[in-house]
């Protein structure tokens, strides 16, 4: 006959193999509820945003006040004659992302949509920690930008917010406003010549404002932006200003038959040399 102290170690191992089982489930079932908020938010922003952008296509005229670097590259990359859109939408599969310098390299899917009329950026991350979901909400909406990562689908490992991050968010969404040229449109960017291959871009919103400056090769293609207005977090908490750049490459022409980059790496370039630490293909870039 089995003691009280053996019917007490089958129970706690009982428990405990529920308790995993219960756990892997968890991460097995495709609920999230930060899936779940991006769904949310972005069902309500497509709605808001439906009519907002000018209707029509796109014409030299529409770009005839910008500078000439601008106005080659949308003829370049064949924006004209094509419809002005209110939404960009991308998709990442397998990017590699460093949280850190020296930390692990993480595998992440990430998918990003870009609002015209207002300027807005909402993104989300997909990854795994050691077989334990990872998710990341990347934001710019209504002037407040933000970063959130969740591990297991409900543990907060950050939520980094405030009058840097806004600023940071907001000159990410300039950075990618060539990608969606109805940006350029707005009343909110302002852009001017900084040589002939080079152009001052500056975004204005609620008070904020950030720049910086956009490259172009010889065929009048986007090959960069860096600003000096976004901050990286540091291991204390604390947020430094350091030269940021997104380099774009391997332009190739769409099915809507527009040439688009199909590789994006974003860049930390510290003193002691480049950092990059998102370096991914782009599997998708479409327009609403």
Known sequence: ??????????????VLVAFAGGIMVWFCIPFSPVKRRFRKDISML???????????????????????????YVEHCGYIGTPKMSCLKMKYHDVEFWQTRNGPVLSIDYLQYNFVKKPCRMALIDSSLFGIPFEGYDYYHNERGGMKGVIAKAVTLFDQKGPKMDQA????????????????LQDYITLEDAGDFEVRAVIRRGGQMAGGIFTFNEKYEMISFTTNDRAVTQKD???????????????????NGIRQPSKFQAV??????????????ISEISFI
């Open 1 to 14: 006959m089995m003691g009280g102290s053996g019917i007490m170690w089958i129970t706690v191992t009982g």
């Open 46 to 72: 497509l709605s808001e945003n439906q009519g907002l952008t000018e209707n029509g296509i796109f014409t030299e005229e529409d770009f005839s006040h910008l500078p000439a670097a601008i106005r080659r």
């Open 169 to 184: 968010c907001l000159v990410t969404f300039l950075a990618e406003s060539l990608f969606a040229p109805s940006v350029l």
């Open 237 to 255: 908490g604390s947020m430094e200003y350091i030269p940021w750049s997104a380099v774009c490459s391997d332009y190739r022409l769409s099915e």
């Open 268 to 281: 930390w370039k510290y003193s002691d040399g480049d950092f990059v630490y998102f370096d991914g293909k």
